[in-house]
Nanobody
Framework: QVQLVESGGGSVQAGDSLRLSCAASGRTFSTYNMGWFRQAPGKVREFVAAISRRGLNTDYADSVKGRFTISRDNAKNTVYLQMNSLKPEDTAVYYC?????????????????WGQGTQVTVSS
């Protein structure tokens, strides 16, 4: 089992940057693909980015490509989401999640463990 705790959210202006962190408990972090999802008020949760167990493969939603970067440090049991050029439409609660599957996936149903979320608010 993996416990996930996100941090780094906040309120920023459009064009600013934020880096989210997700710290995982346990010694099996490197066996999980990791993902970031977000949910805006009144909207369904959506995929943002994912990274494979060793960090060799990544995937991004079209809406964040070129602006967001996912990375991980298995020695620190932490996954990051660097968010640049933030837009008001990026406002949401951001969740990190762990997937035990072997294939990198954008489907939230394939992620078994979730953090509590961190709020990101971008004002224009």
């Amino acid at each position: 089992q993996v416990q996930l705790v996100e941090s780094g959210g906040g309120s920023v202006q459009a064009g600013d940057s934020l880096r989210l962190s997700c710290a995982a408990s346990g010694r099996t972090f490197s066996t999980y693909n990791m993902g970031w999802f977000r949910q805006a008020p009144g909207k369904v949760r959506e995929f943002v980015a994912a990274i494979s167990r060793r960090g060799l493969n990544t995937d991004y939603a079209d809406s964040v490509k070129g602006r967001f970067t996912i990375s991980r440090d298995n020695a620190k049991n932490t996954v990051y989401l660097q968010m640049n050029s933030l837009k008001p439409e990026d406002t949401a609660v951001y969740y990190c999640a762990a997937s035990p599957g072997g294939v990198l996936t954008t489907m939230d149903s394939q992620y078994a463990y979730w953090g509590q979320g961190t709020q990101v608010t971008v004002s224009s």
